[in-house]
């Protein structure tokens, strides 16, 4: 199984400051043949269910602000936001759907200093 | 709209059983591969299963043999069989779309239910 691991495991920032957080896997999950990495994460908010912000490690989804970005490729990730929203309060999530057992990070939360 | 309602959840003793089902509206559950999801509560996500289009299904180490992912294209709806339940199987439990941005290949989750609540307790 592909072992997923996000640093740190949570991080206080503030407002308008960029926040960055990291992923790694324990074996690449870039796919020769298309030249993409299967990594995705997600952005989770008390009470609700993952939202999908980021795939193939740096496309961002529809209708996600552009402060989300997502950079990286092989084994080492990064999720940053360019300038912390209040709204930005949550737990955020990386997974590799490179293969199965797909498999999470453990979760990052990110709060308001 | 594009929309997942998962429901069945509840409270069953260990040894117990139960079955999820997640209602789909908006695109077809068998034209796309779909996931169970879980989180134990205050934790982390755990991918459970999938039900490929073809309808292949592929588990977990930790439900292989006590859990069957399946569907019903009639309804519309996805549902997972839980057998022999333990208090660490306790978790909400999310229905998610695979995205299908690649035919044929694995992809991220674009769509999620509310998740369905399974506590597994004496």
């Known amino acids: 199984d592909i072992v997923m691991t996000q640093s740190p495991d949570s991080l206080a920032v503030s407002l308008g400051e960029r926040a960055t957080i990291n992923c790694k896997s324990s074996?690449?999950?870039?796919?020769?043949?298309?030249?993409?990495?299967?990594l995705a994460w997600y952005q989770q908010k008390p009470g609700q269910p993952p939202k999908l912000l980021i795939y193939?490690?740096?496309t961002r989804e529809s209708g996600v602000p552009d402060r989300f970005s997502g950079s990286g490729s092989g084994t080492d990730f990064t999720l940053t936001i360019s300038s912390l929203q209040a709204e930005d309060v949550a737990v955020y999530y990386c997974?590799?759907?490179?293969?199965?057992?797909?498999?999470f990070g453990q979760g990052t939360k990110l709060e308001i200093k | 709209e594009v929309q997942l309602v998962e429901s069945g959840g509840g409270l069953v003793q260990p040894g117990g059983s139960l079955r999820l089902s997640c209602a789909a509206s908006?695109?077809?559950?068998?034209?796309?591969?779909m996931n169970w999801v879980r989180q134990a509560p205050g934790e982390g996500l755990e991918w459970v299963s999938i039900?490929?289009?073809?309808?292949?299904?592929y588990y977990a180490d930790s439900v292989k043999g006590r859990f069957t992912i399946s569907r019903d294209n009639s309804k519309n709806t996805l549902y997972l069989q839980m057998n022999s339940l333990r208090v660490e199987d306790t978790a909400v439990y999310y229905c998610?779309?695979?995205?299908?941005?690649?035919?044929?290949?694995?992809?991220?989750?674009?769509?999620w239910g509310q998740g369905t609540l399974v506590t597994v307790s004496s």
């Open positions: 998610a779309r695979d995205s299908g941005r690649v035919r044929g290949e694995n992809s991220d989750f674009d769509c």
């Open positions: 908006g695109f077809t559950v068998s034209s796309n591969y």
């Open positions: 039900i490929y289009s073809g309808g292949n299904t």
């Open positions: 074996q690449s999950v870039l796919y020769r043949s298309n030249n993409k990495d299967y």
């Open positions: 193939w490690a740096s």
């Open positions: 997974q590799q759907y490179y293969s199965t057992p797909y498999t």
